[in-house]
């Protein structure tokens, strides 16, 4: 029932910018982690950033003082502001939520469809 929608992917240029979206539905008591990964054909997917509903964020070492992760908490929406895209950036862009849909409950991860990203050199 839980569902993530991303949206901004597409094709750009080096050096170009992107934002990528994500909003989650469904039934939700509260979302403690939404981030973003990446994956390349036949690599596994891979930590971009993160996000706490405090705001505390972390990156991979590659996107550093490039990507810049922010969430909604009122619209469950994370975004992805990319900026001096890479052609190795280019990648399957997936939204993660790590998530209760009940309380008490465990946390689950929920991963949306994914969003093609591809930088042209």
Known sequence: QV????SGGGLVQAGGSLRLS???SGTIFSINLMGWYRQA??????????IT?????NYADSVKGRFTISRDNAKNT???QMN???PDDTDVYYCNAVLRTIV?????NYWGQ???VTVSS
């Open 3 to 6: 569902q993530l929608v991303e």
């Open 22 to 24: 994500c909003a989650a």
């Open 41 to 50: 054909p036949g690599k596994q997917r891979e930590l971009v950033a993160t």
């Open 53 to 57: 509903s405090g705001g505390s964020t």
């Open 78 to 80: 994370v975004y992805l």
């Open 84 to 86: 001096s895209l890479k």
């Open 104 to 108: 008490p409950g465990p946390h689950y």
């Open 114 to 116: 994914g969003t093609q």
